[in-house]
């Protein structure tokens, strides 16, 4: 049993690996330290048995330090960011100050509690990042390595290169036992509906436009989040201090293909279930027409990069990581959980996270 801090666990990705952890880990006890801003909710992990949720900025570096001295913490696994490239654009700062500030905060808190206390208590930070911190792929360029040099090319992505090199930096100055592990784009269960995934599936299902960014081929690779959680488990359980993973779906797919993807298995799934034209009688299915019918073309994203991959080699060959899904399932499994849960998200348009 052992004491483990989740920074952002009520956010997307934090939450769904709390429920993972939960899972895997049924003894140890979960500290979610979030600031339930717009993206985190409290209803993420409600009613789950072995997890307090303690709502505070990673910015209070005395709030960190009490957590991990009061609670026997030994381990802290870093969701907490402002992740939206476009909220970026407009506002800057906001990521500078989580992405930089809070995460150097978590650090100072660590090292003075796990190495300047001499507890002696074997420990990890391990910080969650994101591709983007390599830049922008050509079409023909080698997927982005864990050498790749850093080129991050909007605010978010520079804020999260900051807090990657400040992770690192800790590690080999102080010998604070961190790990980083670089994902590619996450979907799932609990996203909240400002990604294109469960933005443009809510819209499907609604009959507002899906707009597409500039000519619709942008690249990414997709990473179902339970797939994810996975490997952050395997780099906790057996990755080695002061290295770096990337994790990635190995589905790597133009923006069109995967709004496409999206469209015909909204479309697909109420065929199949007519009770859904009563639920939701905005969709284009309803009328007989295609999802597809929603798109609409709009000014591409300033700085937009064109095309992320990710060679994850390193993970599938030290840890025994594998994604279990292709889209087409994981998108399909999301499908299912966004129906099956309407009131959750519903919830988040009328404001009420609660």
Same mark, same amino acid.
């Given at each position: 049993?052992?004491?483990?801090?989740?920074t952002?666990?009520?956010?997307?990705?934090?939450?769904?690996?709390?429920?993972?952890?939960?899972?895997?880990?049924?003894?140890?006890?979960?500290?979610?330290?979030?600031?339930?801003?717009?993206?985190?909710?409290?209803?993420?992990?409600?009613?789950?048995?072995?997890v307090?949720?303690?709502?505070?900025?990673?910015c209070?570096?005395?709030?960190?330090?009490?957590?991990?001295?009061?609670?026997?913490?030994?381990?802290?696994?870093?969701?907490a960011?402002?992740?939206?490239?476009?909220?970026?654009?407009?506002?800057?700062?906001?990521?500078?100050?989580?992405?930089?500030?809070?995460?150097?905060?978590?650090?100072?808190?660590?090292?003075?509690?796990?190495?300047?206390?001499?507890?002696g208590?074997p420990?990890?930070?391990?910080?969650?990042?994101?591709?983007?911190?390599?830049?922008?792929?050509?079409?023909?360029?080698?997927?982005?390595?864990?050498?790749?040099?850093?080129?991050?090319?909007?605010?978010?992505?520079?804020?999260?290169?900051?807090?990657?090199?400040?992770?690192?930096?800790?590690?080999?100055?102080?010998?604070?036992?961190?790990?980083?592990?670089?994902?590619?784009?996450?979907? &799932?269960?609990?996203?909240?509906?400002? +990604?294109?995934? #469960?933005?443009?599936?809510? %819209?499907?299902?609604? =009959?507002?436009? *899906? $707009?597409?960014?500039?000519?619709?081929?942008?690249?990414?690779?997709?990473?179902?989040?339970?797939?994810?959680?996975? &490997?952050?488990e395997?780099i906790?359980? +057996?990755?080695? #201090?002061?290295?770096?993973? %990337?994790?990635?779906? =190995?589905?790597? *797919? $133009?923006?069109?293909?995967?709004?496409?993807?999206?469209?015909?298995?909204v479309?697909?799934?109420?065929a199949?279930?007519?009770?859904?034209?009563?639920?939701?009688?905005?969709? #284009?299915?309803?009328?007989?027409?295609?999802?597809?019918?929603?798109?609409?073309?709009v000014?591409?994203?300033?700085?937009?990069?064109?095309?992320?991959?990710?060679?994850?080699?390193?993970?599938?060959?030290?840890?025994?990581?594998?994604?279990?899904?292709?889209?087409?399932?994981?998108?399909?499994?999301?499908?299912?959980?966004?129906?099956?849960?309407?009131?959750?998200?519903?919830?988040?348009?009328?404001?009420?996270?609660?």
């Open positions: 049993m052992k004491n483990i801090i989740v952002g666990g009520a956010g997307f990705i934090g939450a769904n690996f709390v429920r993972h952890w939960r899972q895997k880990q049924p003894d140890d006890t979960i500290i979610v330290l979030d600031a339930l801003t717009y993206a985190g909710n409290p209803a993420n992990i409600a009613g789950m048995d072995g307090e949720l303690v709502e505070g900025d990673i209070d570096t005395d709030l960190v330090r009490k957590l991990l001295v009061e609670r026997h913490v030994e381990t802290i696994v870093h969701f960011a402002e992740s939206h490239v476009d909220r970026s654009i407009t506002g800057p700062d906001a990521f500078v100050t989580t992405n930089v500030i809070g995460t150097h905060s978590l650090l100072k808190a660590a090292k003075s509690v796990w190495l300047d206390e001499g507890s208590r420990h990890r930070f391990h910080h969650v990042s994101t591709d983007e911190v390599y830049g922008s792929l050509g079409p023909n360029d080698p997927a982005f390595s864990e050498t790749t040099p850093y080129a991050p090319n909007s605010p978010y992505s520079a804020s999260k290169a900051a807090s990657d090199h400040l992770v690192r930096a800790y590690h080999h100055t102080y010998g604070l036992e961190t790990t980083i592990s670089n994902c590619s784009n996450n979907y &799932g269960p609990y996203q909240f509906p400002e +990604k294109l995934i #469960p933005l443009f599936l809510l %819209n499907a299902l609604s =009959g507002r436009n *899906l $707009p597409i960014y500039g000519d619709g081929m942008n690249v990414r690779d997709w990473l179902h989040v339970e797939d994810h959680c996975v &490997g952050i395997l906790l359980k +057996k990755g080695r #201090p002061g290295e770096v993973y %990337n994790v990635g779906g =190995g589905q790597e *797919l $133009p923006n069109i293909k995967v709004i496409d993807e999206i469209c015909a298995t479309d697909a799934a109420f199949a279930n007519p009770d859904l034209a009563a639920r939701f009688p905005g969709a #284009p299915a309803v009328r007989g027409e295609p999802s597809s019918s929603l798109k609409t073309y000014e591409d994203r300033k700085g937009h990069d064109r095309r992320y991959a990710i060679d994850e080699r390193k993970i599938r060959t030290e840890l025994g990581y594998a994604p279990a899904r292709d889209f087409p399932q994981g998108f399909a499994e999301t499908l299912a959980w966004y129906l099956a849960n309407e009131p959750w998200w519903r919830a988040l348009s009328l404001g009420n996270k609660g």
